[in-house]
């Protein structure tokens, strides 16, 4: 109840907003007329602006009220006038409200000044201010909208929202009011101001063409920004709302070129020609503001549904298609490589037909038919299965805590089939048909981590469903569990020294504490330090930590961390350290056990180091059996290496993907 | 006066207004942020001599310089949790300690002059 009038009050007020803004951009731009009929549109154009100030007010403070009930989370508060005020205080959005309100204000006084049409001046001093202060109000909804969450690039996405707000503003709001014109002018009385409304279609189509250019690009700028993908856009209701939203601009982008082609029918004789093709206009310009009214009821749903990019999208196919089934299969990208060609062709024909003048239609259908068969070539081998959960994005972050606890589950609920390391090698394992894959490599690359939870949550027989046995973040981290298995699989390409400019490997996060410290993670070190994480068993590992200890400072002025984690995960490890030799780098005193079970999968050696980029990226595993020594310049080396490198890899999804 | 006189005064105090209101708002938050500073830079140094408490861990003590170096957690007012060395002020203050020995210390002075004062294990 309260949320439909939430949305009815947003409607009416982006509604009131854009016609006054249409309105009265329409007037001022076909100029001062002194046509009586003319005159009797101008003093309808002024009505109807005061109606829709009052209209606009009315539903903002209705709307500001429904906001108050949200945000105070209480339906009662949308009442309380201590409430609102505080809203409207000590909330941007509530200064927007007000600024906003104000310029509506004021704009309802210069509605009712009076403008004598014989100075040109001031009749469009006083219509342009109208103009003016509607686009400003209305641009001004930008500052406190889904585009003003935006970050990083706030900014932009502001001035994206600010173009689409005036541009759609003025195209959409002016369609009612060229629609009443157009109307005025083709009844039989109203034959003095045809040349005035001939004028005043001209104009308004010159200009709209330009702005609906405007409204395109903003629109498809701000899609990008808030939606970013397929999934978002076919799997949310933002997503799907904007669809319906393109459908209905592409039906009024169809009636537009359509209205376009009979403006100049209109100067045929005023009393013939003029008349039926201005009263056939106005009805095809009031269906087109029609259609408009129509996409602002899906503009303002949108206003109250988060953003796609915030959402977890639910895929409503049974397919998709992934570039990535090309990387397992090679063999497959000369027939996508040849149907793309193909496709490139058929488009080249199509866009030639436009060109012609003969043949057209057959070049077209050639064209078509080619472009068809190219997809036809191309599609098949990118098709995937696809479910519900194939973009969903994981709950729980790739993080050693969370892989150490899929770890304990794994071994409780799937290695009897998938084999300790998850070969596929279980004891169960022959007994099944299908047998269970080698979930390592091939799997985790080629699906998304939303198919493998939708495999543990449904079952895929033989394997049984987990849904009712492990919760959602169980088989997150199972999900984590896999792909550090997957990881730690791939990372035996990765040698004692560091490769330059390849940055590939993510280094999961862990969290851990020195003493008596506040506990800290890997990702802290982002973009400020490289870390050496090193696992060490007593006492093989001390001539190496001494080793490290001496080269501390200096590392340190090469911005290393060195972080020391004792694989005996003991409470007192500062103390078994701290005999005879000054070791000044963290060691881990809580938190050990984690780091243990997700690095071990890495290297199971007794002493191991692992090199950790700006970035966040592993990029080398020095791994002794025995005795752990080794010449420290090779570090320096490596950590060398690392501060030249020029490229910046992004920084790694916090997430599997 | 003409109206589009009228109208343009009308357009130059609005925008005087919404520009003047930015500035002065800009100018709170500038003044706001350089009291803050004020305050936290009185509240560390005014009224000389102080005394703060912390807990850590010993790492190593270097007698000959008169430091032990701590792995200590937020030490209150004064200084987030980090790894290094303090002043002491006597050698029996660095003898009663062992490196790995879970402290609770004094630090005494007018900062950043500090040396630790009294030193007690708080756990064997």
Request: include cysteine.
């Amino acid at each position: 109840m309260g949320e439909l009038a939430g949305l009815l009050a947003r409607w009416l007020h982006l509604g009131a907003s854009v016609f006054l803004v249409g309105g009265a951009s329409l007037l001022w731009l076909a100029g001062p007329s002194d046509r009586p009929t003319a005159r009797c549109w101008e003093s309808w154009i002024l009505t109807l602006g005061r109606a829709l100030v009052l209209v606009a007010l009315a539903s903002a403070l209705v709307a500001v009220a429904y906001q108050t009930s949200v945000l105070e989370g209480q339906a009662g508060a949308a009442f309380q006038p201590r409430a609102i005020a505080r809203v409207l205080l000590q909330t941007r959005g509530g200064t927007v409200w007000l600024l906003r309100a104000g310029l509506l204000v004021l704009l309802a006084a210069f509605l009712v000044v009076r403008a004598e049409i014989r100075d040109r001046a001031d009749w469009g001093a006083i219509r342009g201010q109208l103009a003016l202060l509607g686009t400003v109000a209305l641009a001004l909804v930008a500052a406190a909208s889904h585009a003003a969450a935006v970050e990083p690039g706030t900014a932009a996405a502001i001035a994206a929202d600010v173009v689409h707000l005036a541009a759609a503003g003025f195209w959409v709001g002016g369609l009612p009011a060229l629609a009443l014109l157009l109307w005025l002018a083709g009844r039989t009385a109203g034959a003095d101001a045809r040349p005035f409304a001939v004028l005043a279609a001209r104009r308004f189509s010159r200009v709209a063409l330009a702005l609906v250019g405007a409204v395109t690009v903003s629109g498809l700028w701000n899609a990008w920004i808030q939606i970013a993908s397929v999934a978002g856009l076919l799997g949310t209701r933002h997503g799907r709302l904007l669809l319906v939203k393109l459908v209905a601009f592409a039906a009024m982008l169809l009636l537009a070129s359509f209205n376009r082609r009979l403006i100049p029918a209109l100067s045929g004789d005023a009393a013939t020609v003029g008349r039926p093709a201005m009263r056939r206009l106005s009805r095809f310009v009031a269906a087109e503001a029609t259609l408009a009214l129509f996409v602002l009821v899906v503009v303002a749903a949108m206003t109250v549904t988060p953003p796609a990019r915030h959402e977890q999208p639910t895929w409503p196919l049974a397919h998709r298609l992934a570039l990535d089934n090309l990387t397992a299969a090679p063999d497959l990208q000369s027939q996508v490589l040849v149907g793309s060609q193909v496709v490139v062709i058929g488009l080249v024909a199509l866009l030639a037909s436009l060109a012609l003048r003969r043949l057209r239609v057959p070049v077209l259908a050639g064209g078509a038919v080619v472009v068809v068969a190219g997809l036809v070539i191309a599609l098949p081998p990118l098709v995937s299965d696809a479910y519900p959960t194939t973009y969903r994005r994981p709950s729980v972050p790739y993080q050693a805590s969370s892989i150490a606890e899929g770890q304990a589950l794994y071994g409780e609920h799937c290695a009897v089939c998938h084999g300790p390391r998850a070969a596929g090698d279980g004891p169960a394992a022959a007994t099944l048909q299908p047998r269970p894959p080698d979930l390592r490599a091939h799997h985790v690359a080629l699906h998304t981590a939303g198919d493998i939870f939708w495999w543990i949550t449904n079952g895929r027989p033989p394997m049984p469903a987990f849904g009712e046995r492990l919760d959602t973040d169980a088989r997150w981290h199972l999900i984590n569990y896999l792909r550090a298995l997957a990881a730690a699989d791939a990372s035996r390409l990765l040698g004692p020294t560091v490769e330059p400019e390849q940055p590939w490997l993510v280094a999961p996060d862990f969290t851990f504490t020195v003493g008596p410290e506040y506990s800290r993670s890997l990702r802290d070190y982002r973009g400020r330090k490289i870390v050496l994480l090193v696992l060490y068993t007593l006492p093989t590992s001390y001539p190496r930590l001494v080793e490290l200890a001496e080269a501390y400072s200096q590392l340190g002025t090469l911005e290393v961390e060195v972080i020391a984690v004792p694989t005996d995960a003991a409470a007192d490890a500062i103390r078994r350290l701290s005999q005879g030799a000054l070791i000044f780098y963290p060691v881990v005193t809580d938190g050990s056990r984690e780091i243990l079970d997700t690095y071990r999968l890495f290297s199971p050696a007794r002493h191991a180091e692992f090199l950790i980029d700006r970035q966040g990226y592993l990029r080398a595993v020095f791994a002794a059996p025995g005795d752990a020594r080794r010449d420290p310049n090779l570090l320096l080396a490596d950590v060398q290496r690392l501060n030249e490198e020029k490229v910046e890899p992004p920084l790694p999804a916090e997430h599997v993907h | 006066m003409r109206l589009w006189k009228a109208v343009l005064l009308v357009d130059l105090a609005l925008a005087l207004g919404v520009g003047a209101g930015y500035l002065w708002w800009g100018q709170q938050a500038r003044r706001l942020a350089a009291d803050l500073q004020t305050a936290r830079a009185l509240a560390t140094t005014a009224g000389g001599e102080r005394e703060y408490h912390g807990t850590g861990v010993v790492r190593a003590g270097l007698g000959d310089i008169g430091i032990l170096v701590i792995t200590h957690g937020e030490i209150a007012g004064y200084m987030p949790p980090m790894t290094m060395g303090f002043r002491t002020t006597s050698p029996k203050i660095l003898d009663s300690v062992k490196p790995g020995d879970a402290v609770r210390f004094t630090l005494r002075g007018t900062p950043p002059n500090l040396a630790i004062t009294a030193i007690d294990k708080t756990a064997p």
